[in-house]
């Protein structure tokens, strides 16, 4: 159980593109989800928590107009890298949980997206 | 200094043999522990998740936690190749942020 799927699981586009990534709770409603980075061989770093049908809360030095997050229904949160550039290349990845009300849930993960911009 | 600690690696042991990870930490408000595999290019896959101090075994993997000394452990018995991955461990106050170690990359050799 809590399958977390994510697409596409590597994209490659040129600068100044946007690139939308979806992530999808398969067997659970995840009320809330988050959207991670992790650069080679580092450890995954927040970028934004996303509760479903409200804003999502990003972390300090997150450019929020960079990277847009919806979270329109219980299993689906997509990210769009706007105009992406080199430096936004990286692995992304969503984790989610179930009730967010209750605090011992764990988060299960994705298997991530390797956006590469050229 | 950071919040969790965790030796990179790489920890190279031979086939069958037990392979011991730990994480120490400073905040105290810490209640929830979690340890994740992942696989390159892959997304972390939850292995045990723990919220007291003690031992919880499943399988092959056992893990401890220690909340007087801020230390957790994870231990893989008969360890395989198949178990070659970076360690993850991670642990969470009163909400739902995650707070995670820079991760172990552990070789099992044949």
């Known amino acids: 159980g809590a399958v977390v799927s994510q697409h596409p699981s590597w994209v490659i586009c040129k600068s100044g593109t946007s690139v939308k990534i979806e992530c999808r709770s398969l067997?659970?409603?995840?009320?809330?989800m988050f959207w991670y980075r992790q650069f080679p061989k580092k450890s995954l770093m927040l970028m934004a928590t996303?509760?479903?049908?409200?804003?999502?809360?990003?972390e300090q030095g997150v450019e929020k107009d960079k990277f847009l997050i919806n979270h329109a229904s219980l299993t689906l949160s997509t990210l769009t890298v706007t105009s992406a550039h080199p430096e936004d290349s990286s692995f992304y990845i969503c984790?989610?949980?179930?009730?967010?009300?209750?605090?011992?849930?764990?988060?299960?993960f994705g298997d991530g997206t390797r956006l590469s911009i050229l | 200094q950071k919040e969790v600690e965790q030796d990179p690696g790489p920890l190279s042991v031979p086939e069958g043999a037990i392979v011991s990870l730990n994480c120490t930490y400073s905040n105290s408000a810490f209640q929830y522990f979690m340890w994740y595999r992942q696989y390159s290019r892959k997304g972390p896959e939850l292995l045990m998740y723990t919220y007291s101090s003690g031992n919880k075994e499943d399988g092959r993997f056992t893990a401890q936690v220690d909340k007087s000394s801020k230390y957790i452990s994870l231990f893989i018995r008969d360890s395989q190749p198949s178990d070659s991955a970076t360690y993850l461990c991670a642990m969470k106050a009163a909400g739902n942020k995650l707070t995670f170690g820079g991760g172990t990359r552990v070789l099992v050799k044949p």
């Open positions: 996303s509760n479903e049908g409200s804003k999502a809360t990003y």
């Open positions: 984790s989610g949980i179930g009730d967010s009300q209750l605090t011992n849930q764990p988060q299960h």
């Open positions: 067997d659970f409603q995840a009320t809330t």
